[in-house]
């Protein structure tokens, strides 16, 4: 199993930017691909960034797209979201998840895919 807990998250300006950091147990972290979720209030879960269990590969969303950047590392178990320009409509609670992956360079765009979630981090972005 894998247990993930998020950090980074908080309040800032419109513009302004936020590094969101995910923390991951157990020895295995490098067989997992990653990803980052959000979820506004009143709104259903969304998919974000995912980079692939060997960290070459990433994919973003059309809204994220030149302002965050996913990256891993597997030496400290660990994956990032930097994000950049941010905006009042990225208010959400980010989710980090891991998806047991046997090809190193696949990611995983779908919720259902993720086996392991965070428990979220609030990201409030003001106008």
């Known amino acids: 199993q894998v247990q993930l807990v998020e950090s980074g998250g908080g309040l800032v300006q419109a513009g302004g930017s936020l590094r969101l950091s995910c923390a991951a147990s157990?020895?295995?972290?490098?067989?997992?691909?990653m990803g980052w979720f959000r979820q506004a209030p009143g709104k259903e879960r969304e998919f974000v960034a995912a980079?692939?269990?060997?960290?070459?590969?990433?994919v973003h969303a059309d809204s994220a797209k030149g302002r965050f950047a996913i990256s891993r590392d597997n030496a400290k178990n660990t994956v990032c979201l930097e994000m950049n320009s941010l905006k009042p409509e990225d208010t959400a609670v980010y989710y980090c998840a891991a998806a047991y992956s046997s090809s190193y360079s696949r990611t995983y765009y779908h919720s259902y895919e993720y086996s392991y979630w965070g428990q979220g981090t609030q990201v409030t972005v003001s106008s």
């Open positions: 980079v692939s269990r060997s960290g070459g590969y990433t």
């Open positions: 157990g020895r295995t972290f490098s067989t997992y691909a």
